[in-house]
């Protein structure tokens, strides 16, 4: 998808305090943050120093991993690259894109619509990661192309921003990795507590659901508080430039008798009945949420909800062009997994925090290791399953409950994803944006988010 255009029409107004306050970090990162493969490929090189650094492996040992590494996390690359391609297939379909075409006219304000478009992105987040992060920047470039309709200026980079901040509730919600790790039978988790841990207590646990409002009430105002009065020439988009780059579903015309089947309704609606009934099928014989499940729910809606196969076909086309990042950075963000595993640097860091740890500051300790590994391993799965046996041993040790263990990961993986540029991608390859566009915005949320979540470990730990 290609960039928009902005507007050269200035507007005049001053800004907040705290919008002032962020002007040395936009004055960073617009001139020293790399693209997301620099990033990654820096933070191989990274973490590879600090292997050798800070244990006792052989530079063989390291080179050994990383290459080992590489085709570790496969099959759950997989489920990670469908979660996206699906989500961004179905917030593509028609009712959805209408839906949000409507929502598009319901705030009246700049201000207004950057609150309206964080809390509808948080809304779709806590239903499944990639669903939310599709909606985000889809509804970034409705909002903007409807003020733009009226005549009204409003920064299309804290649109966008906004879209990306309901990112940071994603793991608290239905599609989170570490709670549905935990609650799949057979998992490594289960195997090493010795039960399945059951998303009642741990997503739909009292403190999660009082944690997750919270942020969303808290970062919301954040983003009013931080959100640009006065729009520069430079943030501003036209209705007609987001149309001239958005990718819209065409059906292509009926020649030869085998046009007539895939244009015909017939197929897709048996296809998205049959995954119904075998959902149905799956949690009346007690089956559980999982990433496959969720993956299984978006393609019946994608077939449910589009006219015939050639729409089903045109919509993945038009989502795997979102992929192809995710597809080429997470090998190496799994070569960087299997340093810190193949060397030991992954229990070195966790070690230096539970070995300072208590049953009542377990989990916050626990909760700032994961902000500081999402920085290596943004895959929320893949960080589960590196640090969850290191802080379940300690939890088990101390006499902690593992859910709250559970929680704290998923909390540390979602708080840094806010500065952290993989996930950002896909959303800012539909708003034609770059990262450094902006992160001084979700930089603040990432402040706020993490009193939330620093706070809440620290009262659940002091009910131990």
Do not use: C
């Amino acid at each position: 998808m290609n960039a928009p255009q902005r507007s050269t029409t200035p507007t005049a107004s001053p800004e907040p305090p705290l919008a002032r306050a962020m002007k040395p970090v936009n004055y960073v990162v617009e001139r020293f943050i790399p693209s997301a493969l620099i990033f990654a490929i820096v933070l191989t090189l990274v973490v590879a120093v600090m292997a050798l650094i800070l244990t006792d492996s052989r530079p063989v040992t390291v080179i050994k991993g990383w290459g080992t590494g590489l085709s570790g996390l496969l099959e759950f690359m997989t489920q990670m690259a469908l979660v996206l391609l699906l989500g961004h297939a179905l917030a593509s379909t028609r009712p959805v894109r209408a839906l949000l075409a409507r929502l598009a006219s319901i705030p009246r304000s700049p201000l207004a619509a950057y609150v309206f478009v964080f809390v509808i992105a948080a809304v779709a987040s806590l239903i499944t990661w990639g669903f939310g992060l599709v909606v985000g920047g889809l509804l970034a470039r409705e909002v903007a192309a409807e003020f733009s309709r009226r005549g009204r200026p409003v920064s299309f980079p804290m649109l966008v921003a906004s879209g990306f901040s309901g990112f940071v509730v994603w793991h608290m919600g239905y599609s989170g990795s570490g709670p549905l790790t935990a609650a799949t039978p057979g998992s490594f988790i289960e195997k090493q507590v010795g039960h399945v841990i059951p998303i009642s207590q741990t997503t739909f646990s009292w403190w999660n659901i009082m944690a997750t409002v919270a942020t969303v009430v808290l970062v919301a105002l954040a983003l009013w508080l931080v959100a640009p009065r006065a729009v520069p020439a430079s943030h501003a988009v036209t209705a007609d430039a987001l149309a001239e780059s958005d990718q819209r579903i065409t059906t292509p015309e009926v020649e030869v008798p085998a046009d007539r089947l895939d244009a015909s309704r017939i197929p897709t609606l048996l296809v998205g009945l049959a995954l119904v009934a075998y959902l149905v099928i799956h949690f009346t014989g007690g089956g559980t949420v999982t990433l496959n499940i969720v993956n299984w729910m978006f393609l019946a809606l994608i077939f449910l909800l589009s006219r015939n196969a050639f729409e089903v076909m045109a919509l993945i086309k038009n989502a795997a062009s979102n992929v192809g990042d995710i597809l080429l950075q997470f090998p190496l963000y799994a070569g960087i997994m299997g340093i810190m595993t193949a060397s030991g640097l992954i229990q070195v860091l966790s070690d230096s925090i539970v070995a300072v740890a208590s049953p009542q500051t377990l989990g916050f300790l626990a909760f700032l290791s994961a902000g500081l590994v999402n920085f290596f391993v943004p895959s929320g799965g893949g960080q589960v399953a590196i640090q969850a046996p290191i802080l379940l041993d300690a939890a088990a040790r101390l006499g902690v409950d593992p859910s709250v263990i559970i929680m704290s990961v998923a909390y540390g993986d979602q708080w840094t994803n806010m500065i952290q540029p993989f996930w950002a991608l896909p959303l800012l390859a539909i708003a034609g944006l770059k990262i450094r566009d902006i992160l001084s915005y979700t930089t603040v949320v990432l402040v706020v988010s993490g009193v939330v979540f620093g706070a809440t470990m620290l009262i659940v730990g002091a009910g131990v």
